[in-house]
Every structure is written in structure tokens, then in C-alpha cells.
């Protein structure tokens, strides 16, 4: 079993930059795929990027590709999420998610664990 723990979020302006951290109990970390998804108010939990275990390979959703960056530090049982030019659409509850599928999924269903998600506001 993995806990998974975010920190990092808060309050930033518009154009302004956060990076999340998801910390990951237990030894097995390397043996899950990552992803981060983010729920706003009234809308469902969307797919936001994820990592391959080695994290040499990483996929984003089209609304953040280009500004958000995923990695991981196997070594630290971590992984982080870099937003850069927030906008007041990021403003939602982000989560950090494990997966076991072999290949980096974008769907809620195909993630075993979850983490207790993190505030991020973005004021315009």
C-alpha cells in the first residue's frame, strides 16, 4: 500500500508559479506510475499530467502542456508538479495519484492511490 501526501499549494496571482510535492510512503514508489489531476468547484476530477516510473516519459493535458512540468526523485519517493503562468482556470483542489498500469494512464479509475489534495488558487 502507498500513501501519498501533497503540500505546496496556496495563493498566487496570475502569471505567478507554484510547485507541488507529493511525497510517497513505503519502499515501492518506483513500481507505480504518477499522475496529478485537479478538481475545481462543481466539475469533475480532470487528468492534469503523469510520469513513468523511471520518468523518462511524461504526458500532459492540453490546457497545462507547455506550462506545467512533472518529474520525480525516485531516491526521495517523490513527485512534483512545476506550474508556471497560472491562471485563475488552475484554481482547484490538485491531487497526486498511483497507478500500477503498465503504461502512464489518464483516467481516475485506473489509479489505486490517492493522496488528499492540495489547494491551489490563482487570483486574477
Known amino acids: 500500500q502507498v500513501q501519498l501526501v501533497e503540500s505546496g499549494g496556496g495563493l498566487v496571482q496570475a502569471g505567478g508559479s507554484l510547485r507541488l510535492s507529493c511525497a510517497a510512503s513505503?519502499?515501492?514508489?518506483?513500481?507505480?506510475?504518477m499522475g496529478w489531476f485537479r478538481q475545481a468547484p462543481g466539475k469533475e476530477r480532470e487528468f492534469v499530467g503523469g510520469?513513468?516510473?523511471?520518468?523518462?516519459?511524461?504526458t500532459y493535458a492540453d490546457s497545462v502542456k507547455g506550462r506545467f512540468t512533472i518529474s520525480r526523485d525516485n531516491a526521495k519517493n517523490t513527485v512534483y508538479l512545476q506550474m508556471n503562468n497560472l491562471q485563475p482556470a488552475d484554481t482547484a483542489v490538485y491531487y497526486c495519484a498511483a497507478s500500477r498500469t503498465i503504461l502512464v494512464v489518464t483516467t481516475t479509475d485506473r489509479y489505486d492511490y490517492w493522496g488528499q489534495g492540495t489547494q491551489v488558487t490563482v487570483s486574477s
Open positions: 510520469i513513468s516510473r523511471s520518468g523518462g516519459s511524461t
Open positions: 513505503g519502499r515501492t514508489f518506483i513500481s507505480y506510475n
